[in-house]
């Protein structure tokens, strides 16, 4: 066999760790790229940032900075249905009153932090003239407790996870549950959302009007109340419109998770990356410069660098070409978010101006060709990055949508369509709410063709509920 030596010519891309960043920076949102530079000041001494923090440009037209409904914000929770009542675990809650050792005078006033449900029940709990078998026993069950105020578990269940030289019965279980719904609030350590508004409505006085009514549908017919059948609930209670009115009126005044309230809900807060506005009649993005960091290499040690470039400085050197390399990386993200930002204000004018109805179609590929840059490079500059307009604020992928065809020939955007339903829904007869199908046919009205199948999916992204739940009487 002869051995021999070749020479061959081949393309292949690598990518440098620059550019790695460089990705890598772009598919952050504001509060991950603050958190992945604060790890970074700490690693580089020859990284730091500028002192002094930039004068934050106006809202536009003045609109408080607010995220915009069932975009930035996180919706609000529905309350639970009848078997929707699901287990949480409860964290121990702080505690409350002065140490009284007297060494803590001087301190910075605090929140106040609320109790949680655990907390207030077991202080309600203390004040019981119950023996101490007892006492331990509602402990254990307030224990059980998931944040709604619910049992998830049965008494034999419980019983059955204890050890069995306690000789725990299910039936001193229920007396430890007959104590603990007694406490406020009223429908805690229920079982069932029936048992739970059942507990509420024992709880009214008994002159309530229609309080007898109501705890036959609550503890009957609930599902044909969560069902809106009329017709069976008047038959059943042998009453009138006014009357079965009345009763689901005090039905929906009761709390359906009462332990809701003690339940501590983290506020998500969003920093918008770009500030739209209208100059002179035109639309301008511009940068937020709150959610930019200012970074600088430090001139001390860079310095120290200079007069020492001799001697063993590999590692100071590398440090300082890595803090180059990261604030040309920053600086060349945030200005691609610019470029991006105004290509979709270009093509958006008409949502800026007159809301959801007029958004346009648009996909991240006609934003790519315009700009020169790769679709995937579009797709992440507009995750997680959020710009502030008049009308709210919105992450970047919300102005881009599917199309639906028009009978004229042109299109219309799925955002477009979706608040033309909730302007329909919110404009019907409660009596006799629209069905999907009669919402295809008005939007046939104004031109646009759109399948019954998809009114129900774009009905059901806005949680709007089905046609036979909006009927009322």
Same mark, same amino acid.
């Not at 609550?218 to 419109?241: E, G, I, P």
């Not at 604030?327 to 959801?356: C, P």
């Not at 069905?435 to 129900?456: K, M």
């Given at each position: 066999?002869?051995?021999?030596?070749?020479l061959?010519l081949s393309?292949?891309l690598?990518? *440098?760790?620059?550019?790695?960043?460089?990705?890598?920076l772009?598919?952050?949102? *504001?509060?991950?790229l603050?958190? !992945?530079? #604060?790890?970074l000041?700490?690693?580089?001494p020859l990284?730091?940032?500028e002192?002094?923090?930039?004068?934050?440009?106006?809202?536009?037209?003045?609109a408080? +900075?607010?995220?915009?409904?069932g975009?930035a914000?996180?919706?609000?929770?529905?309350?639970? =249905?009848?078997e929707?009542?699901?287990?949480?675990?409860?964290?121990?809650?702080?505690?409350?009153?002065?140490?009284g050792?007297?060494?803590d005078? %001087?301190y910075s006033?605090?929140?106040?932090?609320? =109790?949680?449900?655990? =907390?207030?029940?077991n202080?309600?709990?203390?004040?019981?003239?119950l023996s101490?078998? %007892?006492?331990?026993l509602?402990?254990?069950?307030?224990?059980?407790?998931?944040?709604g105020?619910?049992?998830?578990?049965?008494?034999?269940?419980?019983?059955?996870m +204890?050890?069995? #030289?306690?000789g725990?019965e299910?039936? !001193?279980?229920?007396?430890a549950?007959?104590? +603990?719904?007694h406490l406020?609030?009223?429908?805690?350590?229920a079982?069932?959302?029936?048992?739970c508004? /059942?507990?509420?409505?024992?709880?009214l006085?008994p002159?309530?009007p229609y309080?007898?009514?109501?705890?036959q549908i609550?503890r009957d017919?609930?599902?044909?109340l969560?069902?809106r059948d009329?017709?069976?609930?008047?038959?059943t209670l042998?009453?009138?419109?006014?009357?079965?009115?009345g009763?689901?009126k005090l039905?929906?005044?009761?709390n359906?998770?009462?332990?809701?309230?003690?339940?501590? @809900?983290e506020?998500?807060?969003v920093v918008?990356?770009?500030?739209?506005r209208?100059?002179k009649?035109v639309w301008?993005?511009?940068?937020?410069?709150?959610?930019?960091?200012?970074?600088?290499?430090?001139r001390?040690?860079a310095?120290?660098?200079?007069?020492?470039?001799?001697?063993?400085?590999?590692q100071?050197t590398?440090?300082?070409?890595?803090?180059?390399?990261?604030?040309?990386n920053?600086?060349?993200?945030?200005d691609?978010?610019?470029r991006v930002?105004?290509a979709?204000?270009d093509?958006?004018?008409?949502f800026? #101006?007159?809301?959801?109805?007029?958004?346009?179609?648009?996909v &991240?590929?006609?934003?790519?060709?315009t700009?020169?840059?790769?679709?995937?490079?579009v797709?992440?500059v /507009? /995750?997680?990055?959020f710009m502030? *307009?008049?009308r709210?604020?919105f992450?970047?992928k919300?102005?881009?949508?599917?199309?639906?065809?028009? !009978?004229?020939?042109g299109?219309?955007s799925?955002t477009?369509?979706? =608040?033309?339903?909730?302007?329909?829904?919110s404009a019907?007869?409660?009596?006799?709410?629209?069905?999907d199908?009669q919402?295809?046919? &008005? +939007?046939?009205?104004?031109?646009?063709v759109?399948a019954r199948?998809?009114?129900?999916?774009?009905? @059901?992204?806005?949680q709007?509920l089905?046609?036979n739940?909006?009927? /009322?009487?």
């Amino acid at each position: 066999m002869k051995h021999s030596l070749q020479l061959g010519l081949s393309q292949h891309l690598t990518l *440098t760790p620059q550019l790695q960043q460089s990705i890598r920076l772009l598919q952050l949102s *504001t509060l991950e790229l603050n958190q !992945e530079i #604060e790890r970074l000041l700490q690693d580089n001494p020859l990284l730091e940032r500028e002192e002094g923090l930039p004068e934050a440009p106006p809202p536009p037209n003045d609109a408080p +900075l607010q995220p915009s409904t069932g975009e930035a914000a996180a919706p609000e929770p529905e309350p639970p =249905a009848a078997e929707d009542v699901g287990s949480f675990d409860l964290q121990d809650g702080a505690s409350f009153g002065s140490t009284g050792n007297g060494e803590d005078e %001087d301190y910075s006033p605090l929140a106040e932090q609320p =109790a949680n449900l655990r =907390a207030h029940l077991n202080a309600q709990l203390a004040l019981l003239h119950l023996s101490d078998r %007892d006492r331990q026993l509602v402990g254990l069950l307030i224990d059980s407790l998931d944040e709604g105020g619910y049992m998830t578990q049965s008494l034999e269940e419980i019983a059955a996870m +204890l050890p069995p #030289e306690l000789g725990v019965e299910p039936e !001193e279980l229920s007396i430890a549950l007959r104590h +603990l719904q007694h406490l406020e609030p009223t429908g805690v350590g229920a079982r069932s959302l029936a048992e739970c508004l /059942t507990l509420q409505l024992d709880a009214l006085p008994p002159e309530t009007p229609y309080r007898e009514q109501a705890r036959q549908i609550v503890r009957d017919h609930l599902d044909a109340l969560a069902a809106r059948d009329f017709s069976r609930l008047k038959r059943t209670l042998k009453c009138d419109d006014g009357c079965l009115r009345g009763v689901q009126k005090l039905i929906l005044s009761l709390n359906p998770r009462p332990g809701r309230e003690f339940a501590v @809900e983290e506020t998500r807060f969003v920093v918008p990356d770009v500030i739209v506005r209208k100059v002179k009649g035109v639309w301008v993005a511009a940068l937020n410069p709150g959610a930019m960091p200012r970074l600088k290499v430090n001139r001390l040690y860079a310095d120290i660098l200079q007069r020492n470039r001799g001697s063993n400085s590999q590692q100071i050197t590398a440090q300082l070409q890595e803090a180059k390399w990261l604030i040309k990386n920053v600086q060349q993200r945030f200005d691609t978010i610019l470029r991006v930002s105004q290509a979709i204000v270009d093509r958006q004018r008409n949502f800026l #101006e007159h809301g959801e109805v007029a958004m346009r179609p648009l996909v &991240l590929r006609e934003i790519a060709d315009t700009l020169g840059l790769h679709e995937s490079t579009v797709s992440r500059v /507009t /995750t997680q990055k959020f710009m502030h *307009t008049p009308r709210g604020i919105f992450e970047l992928k919300y102005f881009f949508g599917s199309h639906v065809a028009t !009978e004229s020939g042109g299109s219309a955007s799925s955002t477009a369509i979706r =608040a033309l339903i909730k302007q329909l829904v919110s404009a019907e007869n409660t009596r006799a709410p629209l069905s999907d199908g009669q919402i295809s046919e &008005l +939007l046939g009205q104004q031109g646009i063709v759109v399948a019954r199948r998809t009114i129900a999916k774009y009905r @059901e992204s806005l949680q709007i509920l089905p046609v036979n739940l909006r009927k /009322t009487l």
